[in-house]
């Protein structure tokens, strides 16, 4: 019976490593990024964007196409418009191992 414990508790624990391990992998990509703007606006479907190119990290991304969060568009739009206007570059967070359009989750200019 001891035996048997010991097996099933090696099991669980090489399942819950093989899980660890791919759930970061998974999470890698989301994190914050320094970009300069080039486009923002609605597309035809009301959905707000950004098209974006990472500046910071070694360019990661150019030209991506990023989505606002349903909801909060309008603010993100007026963030991103002002950094195209004002010339100044933004942080993001999003999740680069998303396809294209990325969810951008969010927005800050940066002095």
């Given at each position: 019976?001891?035996?048997?414990?010991?097996?099933?508790v090696?099991?669980?624990?090489?399942?819950?490593?093989?899980?660890?391990?791919?759930?970061?992998?998974?999470?890698a990509?989301?994190?914050?990024?320094t970009c300069?703007?080039?486009?923002?606006g609605?597309?035809?479907?009301?959905?707000?964007?950004?098209?974006?190119?990472?500046?910071?990290?070694?360019g990661?991304?150019?030209?991506?196409?990023?989505?606002?969060?349903s909801?909060?568009?309008k603010?993100?739009?007026?963030?991103?418009?002002?950094?195209?206007?004002?010339?100044?570059?933004?942080?993001?967070k999003?999740?680069l191992?998303?396809?294209?359009p990325?969810?951008?989750?969010?927005?800050?200019?940066?002095?």
């Amino acid at each position: 019976m001891a035996m048997k414990k010991k097996k099933l508790v090696l099991a669980l624990v090489l399942a819950f490593g093989v899980l660890t391990l791919y759930s970061g992998s998974a999470r890698a990509a989301d994190g914050f990024y320094t970009c300069v703007l080039t486009k923002a606006g609605f597309n035809q479907w009301g959905q707000g964007y950004v098209v974006a190119t990472e500046v910071e990290q070694g360019g990661l991304f150019t030209d991506r196409l990023f989505q606002a969060v349903s909801g909060r568009d309008k603010e993100m739009l007026a963030v991103a418009l002002t950094a195209i206007a004002v010339g100044t570059n933004v942080e993001i967070k999003a999740d680069l191992a998303e396809a294209s359009p990325t969810t951008l989750k969010r927005i800050m200019m940066l002095p």
